[in-house]
């Protein structure tokens, strides 16, 4: 695991020592991402130069040294993620007559590149990957990112100059960035709390989507950059789904177990300590009973709890961790210590980015690291299972409410909002108690009476809209207009997927990549910790989408083939748990300890000099979240994170 940076000017814009001390300086902006070693390798007559920060875990020798190059000379690699089949590759190429010198993936990679060529290497690699490959023999620089996005890569063009980096910190030290505020990418940031994929809140940045390889040629500097996909989240999903699985429920979980517990397996491959996250719910829990049972010592878990009961975990962790007899560290913080999280949020994230439950992440991910160089975590299983609750709508009274006219939802819409918080707060918590499945989702009465401007009767469209911050960005958002976002429109036709599975794919393709593993990938690397996902293992994704609809959900109950297999190895009452979510109690700090300071960043004379948010938007919010009469943590987060990145931009132009 490591951090990557770079550029390709054409025609070459400097000496070679201004390139290496340039390219040096953006891996040294990554140095949290990979404090064991740095390196950089330049071609100052081809204009080519990388830098590289590494976090050792495979192969810990100078062997695995990075920048690297293939045995042939004909490849330089910098490489940031874990490929966990190259023992499998590696035996195969020994085969073919490849030698290696070390034992790293890396080595494995490039001779995987130089025995098939790029593009058909890569769909080779089962892994978390983001690398930059420069050819010498056809002058060409390719850059690769893994099939869910686990790993994350920037890149841009500036003049004659083309740059990339695991983080934007690292392309603004280079001396050609401009850092150009993108007002249809802050558009969308407030749609969705986090700026999708290609877009970048950076003028001239992208990001290189999940599954795709960019070539640049300098012979060819001014033409488009397209990436091309070598691998489709909706074309697995689809076909997958046109060959369904056809076997009984327990041969179901027989073969979920099987192929979660080898993707486990694959990803213990580590020279340093691993560990895992435990929340104490179903996801982390199977990975963690998983992986108890291939090691042959304890497994390190970790959680962190709160002593706002509604928002502690940390109890059914232990009793998980306990009964599966893990080493197990829990962590009780107050609420200070996590508001002392949020003034880290801009530089860990680089771009501004709205999730709360990026404090906790942050929180279990330096707990780890106090023991651990890697964990394993849970992710990605509500995604492919059906986890969330919101992925109830999908039932029948939900498709009859959204095929009703539209007078119909907007009346619906407007009664659901006319309750008080208050009131929706103490209906939940008593539906919590007799029917934990229809507790959709925390602040649900803010989110249903969106379905009353819902035009359209597609569920696809509905779901868009529940799931938005800001309905309309063009009404806060001053000099965008109300973008169309493509990349969170499926080009599928609504007989080719039930509703649920369109649901569940278009968070596959969005919600996981831009926000959840975002979400994880910088809180864990910015404290130096490895964090692998089994279930983005693509054997088990596509056999989840193989999945009926009723080994998924069944009589309500979510998630329903994973809890058969956790029941294996727990007790039934540390699997019958209604859903919690990693929270933090955001509404209420905002009205209490974080008020002056979100008083200052909302502070209207300030909002009207910037000049990209409208006060007279922003004000009204507010108050009303002061006043108790409406809960609008989540619109507000989404401002203050903007407002706080953009305070951070500035005092970092200054120095």
């Known amino acids: 695991m490591c951090?990557?940076?770079?550029?390709?000017?054409?025609?070459?814009?400097?000496?070679?020592?201004?390139?290496?001390?340039?390219?040096?300086g953006m891996a040294s902006a990554l140095q949290h991402r990979g404090p064991d070693d740095a390196g950089a390798w330049l071609d100052p007559a081809a204009g080519v130069a990388f830098g590289h920060r590494r976090l050792a875990v495979v192969d810990l020798s100078p062997l695995g040294h990075q920048p690297m190059e293939s045995a042939s000379g004909r490849y330089i690699i910098v490489f940031n993620g874990e490929i966990y089949n190259f023992r499998f590759l590696r035996a195969e190429l020994e085969k073919g007559g490849h030698t290696f010198r070390g034992h790293s993936d890396t080595?494995?990679?490039?001779?995987?590149?130089?025995?098939?060529?790029?593009?058909?290497?890569?769909?080779?690699?089962?892994?978390?990957?983001?690398?930059?490959?420069?050819?010498?023999?056809?002058?060409?620089?390719?850059?690769?990112?893994?099939?869910?996005?686990?790993?994350?890569?920037?890149?841009?063009?500036?003049?004659?100059?083309?740059?990339?980096?695991?983080?934007?910190?690292?392309?603004?030290?280079?001396?050609?960035?401009?850092?150009?505020?993108?007002?249809?990418?802050?558009?969308?940031?407030?749609?969705?709390?986090y700026v999708p994929t290609p877009h970048c809140i950076y003028r001239r940045v992208r990001k290189l989507p999940a599954g795709a390889v960019l070539t640049v040629d300098p012979g060819a500097f001014d033409s488009d950059l397209r990436p091309q996909a070598y691998w489709s989240a909706t074309e697995a999903a689809l076909n997958a789904v046109a060959s369904p699985?056809?076997?009984?429920?327990?041969?179901?979980?027989?073969?979920?177990?099987?192929?979660?517990?080898?993707?486990?397996?694959?990803?213990?491959?580590a020279d340093v300590p691993?560990?895992?996250?435990?929340?104490?719910?179903?996801?982390s829990s199977t990975i963690v009973a998983l992986m108890q049972r291939h090691v042959g010592q304890q497994v390190k878990t970790f959680t962190v709890g709160f002593h706002e009961a509604p928002y502690n975990e940390a109890d059914d962790a232990k009793r998980v961790a306990n009964h599966l007899g893990t080493e197990h560290t829990e962590l009780y913080l107050s609420s200070s210590e996590a508001m002392a999280v949020i003034p880290r949020l801009p530089t860990l994230y680089d771009e501004p980015f709205a999730d709360s439950s990026q404090i906790p992440s942050f929180l279990i991910s330096s707990l780890a690291r106090r023991y651990v160089t890697v964990s394993l975590s849970g992710d990605g299983g509500d995604e492919l299972l059906a986890g969330y609750n919101r992925y109830l709508l999908a039932s029948k009274t939900w498709r009859g409410l959204l095929r009703?006219?539209?007078?119909?939802?907007?009346?619906?819409?407007?009664?659901?909002?006319?309750?008080?918080?208050?009131?929706?707060?103490?209906?939940?918590?008593?539906?919590?108690?007799?029917?934990?499945?229809?507790?959709?989702?925390?602040?649900?009465?803010?989110?249903?009476?969106r379905l009353g401007g819902v035009a359209s009767k597609d569920a696809s469209d509905a779901y868009l809209s529940l799931m938005a911050v800001w309905d309309q960005p063009s009404a806060i958002v001053i000099g965008t207009t109300d973008v169309v976002d493509r990349t969170t429109v499926l080009p599928l036709e609504p007989k080719q997927l039930d509703d649920l599975l369109r649901m569940m794919l278009l968070d596959a393709v969005n919600y996981l990549p831009d926000d959840i593993l975002v979400k994880v990938d910088r809180a864990s690397m910015g404290v130096s910790l490895e964090t692998r996902v089994p279930f983005l293992d693509p054997r088990v994704a596509e056999f989840c989408w193989s999945l009926p609809l009723s080994m998924k959900i069944r009589n309500g109950q979510r998630k329903w083939l994973l809890r058969q297999v956790l029941r294996k190895h727990v007790p039934e009452q540390l699997?019958?748990?209604?859903?919690?979510?990693?929270?933090?109690?955001?509404?209420?700090?905002?009205?209490?300890?974080?008020?002056?300071?979100?008083?200052?960043?909302?502070d209207a004379r300030k909002l009207r000099a910037e000049g990209f948010l409208d006060s007279d938007r922003v004000g009204p919010v507010w108050a009303r979240h002061q006043a108790g009469t409406q809960n609008s943590q989540d619109r507000l987060w989404c401002v203050l994170m903007f407002e706080s990145w953009l305070d951070e931009q500035r005092s970092v132009a200054r120095v």
């Open 3 to 24: 951090g990557i940076a770079g550029f390709l000017s054409s025609p070459p814009e400097a000496t070679g020592d201004q390139m290496r001390a340039t390219v040096l």
């Open 245 to 269: 699985f056809t076997g009984s429920d327990e041969d179901a979980a027989t073969e979920l177990e099987s192929l979660l517990s080898e993707a486990v397996r694959l990803r213990l491959e």
């Open 404 to 449: 009703s006219p539209t007078p119909v939802r907007k009346l619906i819409g407007g009664l659901l909002q006319a309750v008080a918080p208050a009131t929706w707060d103490r209906l939940f918590r008593f539906l919590g108690r007799v029917a934990p499945s229809l507790l959709a989702q925390r602040h649900l009465g803010e989110k249903l009476h």
């Open 575 to 602: 699997v019958d748990r209604p859903k919690t979510g990693f929270a933090v109690p955001v509404a209420s700090w905002l009205r209490g300890p974080i008020k002056n300071w979100a008083d200052d960043l909302l």
């Open 107 to 193: 080595e494995v990679m490039l001779a995987a590149i130089t025995e098939w060529g790029v593009l058909q290497a890569i769909p080779r690699f089962n892994g978390m990957f983001a690398f930059a490959l420069w050819d010498r023999q056809e002058h060409q620089l390719h850059l690769a990112r893994d099939r869910f996005g686990e790993k994350p890569l920037y890149y841009g063009r500036f003049g004659r100059t083309f740059m990339f980096a695991s983080e934007l910190k690292s392309l603004r030290v280079h001396p050609s960035f401009e850092g150009d505020v993108d007002r249809d990418a802050l558009g969308l940031y407030m749609r969705y709390g």
């Open 274 to 283: 691993l560990g895992a996250f435990l929340s104490g719910g179903i996801d």
